[in-house]
């Protein structure tokens, strides 16, 4: 079986574990290759997307659907289900579904969990078992990888801080975030310290002292944007958005809980 992964979208978190997994079981992986997207983003079907990073994500889609039997996707939401913030965004809160419903005629998609805690093992067992249809090579394959299906955060990308810049804190969804973003930040008056930079269950942790009706993913931003008010050394900050409607409450969310400035700047914008 020909098994493709969308890799626009936390593929740090949850890539290494579920390829290793899938692999094992004798899955041939399919990641997207810039060549494979092509003209995707130009597909008229991906321009009622309004989210720059959707966009791509669904361009990756299209390019691997008449390649491969089954579409592995990340559960953004990670099971929550929230009436607030990216809670109401079907891109975020039924991803696959979306998909599905804006582009069609996928093979079949399942949405895998992006964050490796014990409760994973059910998820994996179900994606084994539709791959091998054998329950005793379903188990014995689960139990090689288990080990692997344990947390442990590794920062992505290094960040190289100049004590004489000003620091300005650098948030949003944590897919548009990461290292890829954040290099195309750069200024010679100030220094950026990303959200990236902190492990997301710290951030949630942090943000669960003031909320609790917040998808991950929004918890994530708040988290850092407490840390980053705490933080003397940190100016201002910088919330990084992309044309969809839960992006503009999170950055008037976040505005109304900080005490110093806080801006927005538009991914799309950002990369171009």
């Known amino acids: 079986m020909r098994v493709g992964f969308i890799t626009q979208l936390l593929w740090n978190r949850y890539g290494s574990f579920w390829k290793k997994l899938l692999k094992d079981a004798g899955a041939e992986i399919v990641?997207?290759?810039?060549?494979?997207?092509?003209s995707g983003p130009d597909d008229y079907r991906l321009q009622k997307i309004p989210s720059f990073i959707f966009r791509l994500s669904a361009a990756q889609a299209l390019a691997l659907r008449d390649d491969v039997d089954l579409l592995i996707v990340p559960d953004?939401?990670?099971?929550?289900?929230?009436?607030?913030?990216?809670?109401?965004?079907?891109?975020v809160a039924q991803?696959?579904?979306?998909?599905?419903?804006?582009?069609?005629?996928?093979?079949?998609?399942?949405?895998?969990?992006v964050s490796l805690t014990p409760t994973i093992k059910g998820?994996?067992?179900?994606?084994?078992?539709?791959?091998?249809?054998?329950?005793?090579?379903?188990r014995r394959v689960w139990e090689r990888n288990q080990a692997y299906a344990r947390y442990r955060w590794r920062q992505e990308g290094v960040q190289e801080l100049?004590?004489?810049?000003?620091?300005?804190?650098?948030?949003?969804?944590?897919?548009?975030?990461g290292a890829q973003s954040l290099r195309y930040f750069k200024s010679d008056s100030y220094s950026v310290l990303s959200q990236?930079?902190?492990?997301?269950?710290?951030?949630?942790?942090?943000?669960?002292?003031?909320?609790?009706?917040?998808?991950?993913?929004?918890?994530?931003?708040?988290?850092?944007?407490?840390?980053?008010?705490?933080?003397?050394?940190?100016?201002?900050?910088?919330?990084?958005?992309?044309?969809?409607?839960?992006?503009?409450?999170?950055?008037?969310?976040?505005?109304?809980?900080?005490?110093?400035?806080?801006?927005?700047?538009?991914?799309?914008?950002?990369?171009?």
């Open 123 to 138: 998820r994996a067992i179900e994606v084994l078992q539709h791959i091998l249809q054998d329950s005793a090579r379903v």
């Open 76 to 91: 953004l939401s990670e099971g929550v289900e929230v009436n607030r913030g990216a809670g109401q965004d079907p891109w």
């Open 95 to 113: 991803f696959s579904e979306t998909l599905q419903s804006v582009v069609g005629r996928f093979p079949q998609i399942l949405s895998v969990p």
């Open 196 to 272: 990236s930079t902190f492990d997301p269950q710290v951030l949630r942790r942090e943000a669960s002292t003031v909320e609790s009706e917040l998808l991950p993913s929004d918890m994530e931003a708040l988290g850092a944007a407490r840390l980053f008010n705490r933080r003397g050394d940190v100016t201002r900050l910088i919330v990084v958005a992309d044309r969809i409607s839960s992006d503009d409450w999170l950055v008037r969310f976040i505005q109304r809980k900080s005490h110093k400035p806080v801006e927005s700047v538009q991914l799309e914008d950002l990369l171009n």
């Open 162 to 177: 100049t004590s004489n810049y000003h620091l300005v804190g650098f948030i949003g969804q944590p897919w548009v975030v």
């Open 31 to 38: 990641l997207p290759e810039p060549g494979m997207v092509g």
